[in-house]
């Protein structure tokens, strides 16, 4: 007798569940509140409009006329950065509407706030600054050590980034075993 193909599913797992799985039902319920049908519009927006576009907007909502044809998505940015979206409304349309995989928006409009205080603008439009971790004073005189006979300059700068790059790395990778 074949057995159904979820009981197959937790015999492999043993129990475990992945994440997404857990919350899918969830995402799904919020997203279809606020007119998302297709869910990876709000998952994948930076990779459906952009990085640069990304950081500066939000998908907040997308309304559905009682009668008409396409819908009116509502995208959230700073005041700022109003003016210069509204110049790429058409190519962001496009870009929706391929991710759709039909007309499904036939209108966005822009609503612009402050980037946090109010109840849609909390979460901040730009990216986490990068961590940058000084090199060890150490390794660095090594570097220079290694690259001391070298009489171009920008030449001898570059081996020494390449070799303290190679230590610093050396290193890390010593502390993990």
Same mark, same amino acid.
């Given at each position: ?7 197959? #599913? ?14 899918? *039902?969830?995402?799904? /319920?919020?997203? *279809?509140?606020?007119? #998302?049908?297709?869910?990876? =519009?709000?998952?994948?927006?930076? *990779?459906?409009?952009?990085? @640069? ?18 819908? /009116? ?6 005041? $700022? +950065?109003? !003016? ?28 612009? /706030?402050? !980037?946090?205080?109010?109840? *849609?603008?909390?979460?901040? #439009? ?9 090199? @060890? ?5 090594? $570097? ?7 009489? @171009? +300059?920008?030449?001898?700068? $570059? ?7 190679? =230590? ?8 993990? /075993?």
């Amino acid at each position: 007798m074949k057995q159904p193909r979820g009981s197959q #599913f937790r015999s492999r797992s043993r129990g475990f569940q992945a994440a997404s799985t857990l919350l899918k *039902e969830r995402i799904r /319920t919020a997203g *279809e509140a606020r007119g #998302f049908a297709v869910t990876r =519009l709000l998952t994948a927006w930076a *990779e459906i409009v952009g990085t @640069d576009l990304a950081a500066v907007t939000r998908p907040v909502k997308v309304g559905y006329a009682k009668g008409g044809m396409g819908a /009116t998505l509502t995208l959230l940015t700073t005041s $700022a +950065n109003g !003016p210069m979206l509204q110049m790429q409304l058409p190519a962001i349309k496009e870009k929706v509407n391929a991710c759709y995989g039909y007309a499904a928006i036939s209108r966005i409009m822009v609503t612009q /706030t402050a !980037p946090s205080g109010f109840a *849609e603008g909390q979460a901040e #439009f730009g990216h986490a600054p990068k961590k940058i971790v000084p090199p @060890d004073p150490a390794i660095k005189a090594q $570097a220079h050590k290694a690259a001391e006979g070298v009489h @171009d +300059n920008a030449l001898r700068e $570059a081996l020494e980034n390449l070799t303290e790059n190679y =230590l610093s790395r050396a290193k890390s990778q010593r502390g993990r /075993t």
